[in-house]
């Protein structure tokens, strides 16, 4: 999990531009290009009829589990939480108490496992905007470098690297990696930063993702929607 202290240590690159795929999109891509061999027809027809059965499941499930996630939402099983004094706003699992922790601004946990939290830091800096820092994917590689700096880690990697704009008309950086630790185990952290008023803010959301006990598909959607709800309130 990162923090402000070590964002603000890293220096500002040559602003880049954002070129981010996963793993998944890699597979795709490999795979369409066997498709497109015309020195095997078997191949070919074999290839695109799996690939249109891959594309409807991806298209059903994914509207399945958007649906899911609305449905969540609008179930009571995320409600919205507002800072007025620190300015930003996310969604939270309703479940899930706030806590008192020396550090963050506001910290929710599950209350079976406490380990599984969401957490946001506000700190003062002297930029104006995270373009003014670096890009995206700059940030995501000083990131998990730090993270393989420390002792306790056992292998950190990035997942997805993005970024939105906010409701304030600035960028939104958004990242997930995944982290194998001797404290606790192998997790997934979903992160969001943003600067506003000079001020910057961190959120992370952690939770357990063993093989034993891999992250669920509906938890995966319900810890999305809460790192996209993540921003800071309109200027008044």
């Given at each position: 999990m990162w923090s402000s202290s070590s964002f603000l240590a890293f220096s500002s690159p040559p602003k880049?531009?954002?070129?981010?795929?996963?793993?998944?999109?890699?597979?795709?891509?490999?795979?369409?290009?066997?498709?497109?061999?015309?020195?095997?027809?078997?191949?070919?027809?074999?290839?695109?009829?799996?690939?249109?059965?891959?594309i409807i499941t991806l298209l059903f499930n994914g509207g399945f589990l958007?649906?899911?996630?609305?449905?969540?939402?609008?179930?009571?099983?995320?409600?919205?939480?507002?800072?007025?004094?620190?300015?930003?706003?996310?969604?939270?699992?309703?479940?899930?108490?706030?806590?008192e922790k020396a550090g963050a601004n506001v910290l929710f946990e599950e209350p079976e496992k406490r380990s599984n939290n969401i957490g946001?830091?506000?700190?003062?800096?002297?930029?104006?905007?995270?373009?003014?820092?670096?890009?995206?994917?700059?940030?995501?590689?000083k990131l998990i470098n730090a993270e393989k700096r420390k002792e306790s880690t056992k292998e950190a990697e990035v997942v997805s690297v993005g970024e939105r704009l906010g409701q304030g008309q600035g960028q939104?950086?958004?990242?997930?990696?995944?982290?194998?630790?001797?404290?606790?185990?192998?997790?997934?952290v979903f992160s969001a930063a943003f600067v506003s008023s000079k001020k910057l803010y961190i959120l992370n959301v952690v939770h357990s993702d063993s093989p034993e006990n891999p992250l669920a598909s509906s938890t995966r959607v319900l810890l999305e929607q809460v790192l996209h709800s993540f921003d800071a309130l309109p200027l008044t």
């Open positions: 880049l531009s954002l070129l981010s795929s996963s793993s998944y999109h890699q597979k795709v891509q490999t795979f369409l290009c066997f498709t497109q061999n015309h020195s095997s027809t078997v191949g070919i027809s074999f290839s695109k009829r799996h690939l249109n059965l891959s958007l649906d899911k996630a609305k449905s969540m939402a609008e179930s009571g099983d995320l409600q919205r939480y507002t800072d007025s004094k620190d300015g930003f706003t996310l969604l939270v699992p309703s479940s899930w108490p706030k806590v946001v830091v506000v700190s003062p800096v002297r930029i104006k905007s995270l373009e003014d820092f670096g890009t995206p994917q700059f940030v995501a590689d939104v950086y958004e990242f997930e990696y995944k982290i194998d630790s001797t404290r606790g185990g192998i997790k997934r």
